[in-house]
C-alpha cells in the first residue's frame, strides 16, 4: 500500500497537474495547427506553385507490382510537417517570450526599504565621529 501512497502524492502535485494540462492542450494546439497548414496554407501555397497538391508529391522508390504497394518517399508530406513544426515553434517562441515579460515585470517591483538596526545606526555614527577626529 506505500507505493499506492507514493504514487498518490506523485499524482497530486501541482506540476505534475500542470504537466498534464499542458500536454492536452498542446496535442490539441497541435492538431489545430496541423489543420491550419493542411487546409488553409498549402492549399492555397499548391495553387500558387501551379495546382501542387503537397500531400501527394513522392518519389518512386520501388513500383508496384502485383499485391505489394509502391514503395515511396513522400515528401511533400514532409515539407507539410515542417511548416506545422515552424507554426508550432513560433508559437511557442512567443508564448515563453510573452512569460518571461511577466517574469521581468515582477522583479521590477521595488522593494521596500530596509531599515538600519539599532547596532548599524550606532556604528555609523562611530564612523561620522571618527571621520571629524
Do not use: H
Not at 496541423?34 to 496554407?41: E, L, M, P, Q, R
Not at 498549402?42 to 501551379?50: D, F, Q
Not at 522593494?111 to 556604528?123: D, F, I, N, Y
Amino acid at each position: 500500500m506505500s507505493m499506492m501512497k507514493e504514487f498518490k502524492a506523485f499524482a497530486m502535485r501541482g506540476n505534475v497537474i500542470d504537466m498534464a494540462v499542458g500536454i492536452i492542450i498542446g496535442v490539441a494546439f497541435g492538431k489545430i495547427v496541423s489543420s491550419f497548414v493542411a487546409d488553409i496554407i498549402m492549399p492555397p501555397l499548391g495553387m500558387l506553385l501551379g495546382n501542387v497538391n503537397f500531400t501527394k508529391l513522392a518519389v518512386v522508390l520501388k513500383p508496384a507490382s502485383g499485391d505489394i504497394a509502391a514503395i515511396t518517399l513522400n515528401y511533400g508530406m514532409f515539407i507539410q510537417t515542417v511548416v506545422d513544426f515552424v507554426i508550432v515553434a513560433f508559437a511557442i517562441f512567443l508564448v515563453v517570450k510573452w512569460m518571461n515579460s511577466l517574469k521581468k515585470k515582477e522583479k521590477t517591483v521595488p522593494a521596500a526599504p530596509v531599515e538600519a538596526t539599532r547596532e548599524e545606526t550606532l556604528l555609523g555614527e562611530i564612523r561620522d565621529l571618527l571621520k571629524q577626529k
